[in-house]
Structures are given as C-alpha cells and as structure tokens.
C-alpha cells in the first residue's frame, strides 16, 4: 500500500482512540451530581436578571448568553434552505430542456 494509505489509517485509529477516551472520561448520564446540573442553571436562574437586565430567563438565555449560537445557526438553516431552492430550480430546468 501506498504511504498515503498508511497515514490515512492511522490518523482514522489515533482518531478513533481519542473519541473512545474521550467518551469514557465523560460523567455518567442522569447523575444529579454533573457539573452541568450545579454550574450553568445556577447562574442562569440566578444571574440572568443583573447580566442581561431581560426579565424572561429564556429570553436572557437565548438572545444573550447564546446570541452567537443562535446567529449561527439561523445562517446555516438559511444556507441550507437557499441551496435546496437552487437544487430543485437546477432539477426543474434540466426537466423543462428534455421536452
């Protein structure tokens, strides 16, 4: 085989191994006790208000703490919506020049 082969495999394995460690690292799911049940909800409930000065704690979560997220996201469902209506307009003139 090829050396390029073997350097491909081997990023695939060394990637696979790190995933592999990675998850068996992760806390064990429904534990009361995660940090992500004792961190992040207690400063949203309890900071939200004096962070943002937004009285909704959805509102707060969403628009301040996750603006760049939420930005993010609405560009790619956008992205994707604009590329699925240039597929279909592509299929539709392909149909349109057979007949």
């Given at each position: 085989?090829?050396?390029?082969?073997?350097?491909?495999?081997?990023l695939i394995?060394?990637?696979t191994?790190?995933?592999?460690g990675?998850?068996?690292?992760?806390?064990?799911?429904g534990r009361?006790?995660?940090?992500i049940?004792?961190?992040?909800?207690k400063?949203?409930?309890?900071?939200?208000?004096?962070?943002?000065?937004?009285?909704n704690?959805?509102?707060s979560?969403v628009?301040?703490?996750?603006?760049?997220?939420?930005?993010?996201?609405?560009?790619?469902?956008f992205a994707?919506t604009?590329?699925?209506?240039?597929?279909l307009?592509?299929?539709?003139k392909?149909?349109d020049?057979?007949k």
């Amino acid at each position: 085989m090829k050396a390029k082969t073997w350097i491909v495999a081997l990023l695939i394995i060394l990637s696979t191994c790190t995933v592999i460690g990675v998850i068996t690292e992760l806390p064990t799911f429904g534990r009361a006790d995660n940090p992500i049940h004792n961190e992040v909800y207690k400063r949203y409930v309890e900071d939200s208000m004096e962070d943002t000065g937004v009285p909704n704690i959805v509102t707060s979560i969403v628009l301040d703490y996750r603006a760049y997220d939420t930005m993010f996201e609405t560009t790619v469902l956008f992205a994707a919506t604009t590329a699925v209506v240039a597929a279909l307009k592509a299929i539709r003139k392909e149909g349109d020049s057979e007949k």
